[in-house]
């Protein structure tokens, strides 16, 4: 006779004795020769739960059973194949449909008759109820750990290490996470922003889903929840994968945002998905404009929908953070096109022609080379300064010079030196604000075959900051038409 030999461990039986995998299989292998039947393959879900019929050796051999590859199935025991009273009878009648027969290496089972087919209910209905009072244990245990402020097991998220304690400055760049996605930016953006100033999560890049899920996260507020989201958002007990309600209680860690700060997160999620904002909309600009009056990010946002003889349409513009949350900036919006088409003017300014082009890079390495060169002499005087005033110390401990001297070369010294350091300070910032004149191009060229979310990319990229404003309070005019305003100030990354 052929045989199949299915073995399932759980993680937490693997090393009880008789039932890690090698125990298993030498007993099976053992036994199927007793009977003098031939193995035809062996099925092994290692690591696998007995709850549900979802195991990929088990798929694999019931997939097999419709093309009758073996004449029976051999377990160790019966709950190595299932614990549910459900899933028995639907492998049994699988079986039987097949002519494939089912027997227990330690336990006596007759699948033929109505009496044993009873007797293995019975065994399954057993083997279903140890299961449910051990989850129920186990969940009773988790409740009273949570309600003690105790995180029952699993690893500590990001920001804090394997035994649970606090790190500044994870938690410094999980904060900023937050910052930059209140300020409008998606979750993607977040990523592609902190991944381009070199701000990564233990080495590793950020990605849309590790920001989702830091923003989502409520232990960084001190605030401990048991359970897990499904598809529909409901939140399933891991263990068991049924509907129960969620624990919450409140931890004894360090928390990284205070529950309004978290709770404000929360909501301001909730309202991307209505009141004129869209997921699914990209915002080219979100993350780099900000608005020229009060230096508040201005985040993107949709038109309520209206009628054209096209049919429906929305606009995307641009609201200033600090005239949305508090109305204390005046700021008018702007539409997407118009902030397009002031960066098309501001690039048209630096950009004439490759010529020029050519002249003006040429211009601005020479420059940065003499930046530099005057930045290296800054710091070669400063040297020399901190060595004469330690001469001079010397001196006046040797009795060479008097105190008052002292003072008074001290004082020329310590004037020289902020000379420098003022100068050093102006070099360097003039040497960071000159612009990169050939990646302007670049975007000019190529924006016309950007989509959207290449678009957005080669904006976060380029610019750190684009400052825009206008005249103007609240602009009239023909409708759809751009009024003025300008780009006051651009920054690059």
Not at 103 to 120: H, Q, W
Not at 192 to 219: H, I
Request: aromatic share 10%.
């Amino acid at each position: 006779m052929r045989v199949a030999i299915y073995i399932r461990v759980s993680t937490d039986m693997q090393a009880e004795d008789g039932f890690s995998v090698e125990g298993q299989r030498s007993r099976l292998i053992s036994y199927a020769e007793s009977q003098d039947w031939t193995i035809t393959d062996f099925y092994i879900d290692d690591g696998y739960s007995a709850k549900d019929l979802k195991r990929p050796a088990m798929q694999q051999m019931l997939y097999e059973v419709k093309e009758q590859k073996f004449d029976v199935v051999l377990v160790y025991k019966l709950d190595r194949l299932t614990r549910s009273v459900a899933n028995l009878h639907e492998l049994l009648e699988e079986f039987d449909a097949n002519n494939v027969k089912f027997k227990s290496a330690t336990e006596i089972f007759e699948t033929t008759t109505a009496m044993g087919r009873f007797f293995i209910t019975l065994v399954g209905a057993m083997a279903e109820w140890e299961r449910g009072t051990i989850s129920e244990r186990v969940r009773f245990g988790v409740e009273q750990m949570v309600k003690e402020g105790k995180r029952p097991g699993g690893i500590f998220p990001f920001g804090y290490t394997s035994t649970g304690e606090f790190i500044p400055e994870e938690a410094a760049l999980i904060r900023e996470a937050a910052q930059l996605y209140m300020s409008g930016l998606g979750y993607k953006s977040v990523a592609m922003r902190l991944n381009s100033l070199g701000k990564l999560r233990r080495g590793k890049l950020w990605t849309d889903a590790t920001v989702s899920y830091t923003l989502e996260n409520p232990f960084y507020a001190g605030i401990i929840r048991v359970g897990t989201k499904d598809k529909n958002g409901k939140y399933v007990n891991s263990n068991r994968g049924e509907r129960v309600k969620c624990i919450y209680g409140s931890g004894d860690h360090q928390e990284i945002f205070t529950k309004e700060e978290y709770n404000a997160i929360q909501k301001y999620k909730k309202s991307k998905t209505s009141g004129g904002f869209s997921p699914n909309s990209i915002y080219w600009f979100s993350g780099a404009l900000r608005c020229g009056r009060c230096g508040a990010a201005m985040f993107g946002k949709l038109t309520t929908q209206r009628k054209t003889t096209g049919g429906m349409k929305r606009t995307q513009y641009y609201i200033c953070s600090s005239r949305h949350h508090s109305r204390s900036c005046d700021l008018p919006i702007f539409r997407q096109v118009h902030v397009e088409k002031l960066m098309m003017d501001y690039i048209l300014k630096v950009k004439v022609d490759v010529a020029q082009l050519r002249d003006e890079t040429s211009k601005i390495e020479s420059e940065a080379k003499e930046y530099n060169d005057d930045i290296a002499e800054a710091k070669r005087e400063l040297a020399k300064l901190a060595e004469r005033r330690s001469r001079w110390q010397y001196m006046f401990v040797e009795g060479l010079i008097s105190q008052d001297d002292v003072r008074r070369k001290l004082k020329a010294e310590n004037d020289a030196e902020m000379l420098i350091r003022d100068k050093l300070a102006m070099t360097q910032k003039s040497l960071s604000g000159i612009p990169k004149v050939e990646e302007l191009a670049q975007l000019e060229e190529l924006w016309s075959l950007l989509d959207d979310h290449e678009k957005k990319e080669m904006i976060l990229t380029l610019f750190h900051r684009i400052e825009i404003n206008t005249p103007l309070t609240k602009p009239k005019g023909v409708k759809n038409s751009f009024f003025d305003a300008y780009l006051q100030n651009v920054t690059f990354n």
